[in-house]
């Protein structure tokens, strides 16, 4: 089992930052790739980004160049740098943790981006 635990969600305005964290435990040393999902009101849940043990990432086209995922494996740590963030982005995001047993995710935290 895994165990994950997401924060760092908040209100913030148009052009502003956030980041991020997602702390994992349990059976970590399972798991070969770790990513962050969103879902927004009326629309189904999408990956936003994603990061393998070997540090290779990728990103949905509609983040690529704003957001950054990133990894401290020796803190069990994820974490998802946003910038210039749009009202559009505006979402529960979702860390995720896949492993050989099994699909986990965090409880979601809200990033609400409005002036």
């Known amino acids: 089992q895994v165990q994950l635990v997401d924060s760092g969600g908040g209100l913030v305005q148009p052009g502003g930052s956030l980041r991020l964290s997602c702390a994992a435990s349990?059976?970590?040393?399972?798991?070969?790739?770790m990513g962050w999902y969103r879902r927004a009101p009326g629309k189904p849940r999408e990956l936003v980004a994603g990061?393998?043990?070997?540090?290779?990432?990728n990103y949905a086209d509609s983040v690529k160049g704003r957001f950054t995922i990133s990894r401290d494996n020796a803190k069990n740590m994820v974490y998802l740098q946003m910038n210039s963030l749009q009202p559009e982005d505006t979402a529960v995001y979702f860390c995720?943790?896949?492993?050989?047993?099994?699909?986990?995710w965090g409880q979601g935290t809200q990033v609400t981006v409005s002036s």
């Open positions: 349990g059976s970590i040393f399972s798991i070969y790739v």
């Open positions: 995720n943790a896949k492993a050989p047993r099994g699909n986990y």
């Open positions: 990061i393998t043990n070997s540090g290779i990432t």
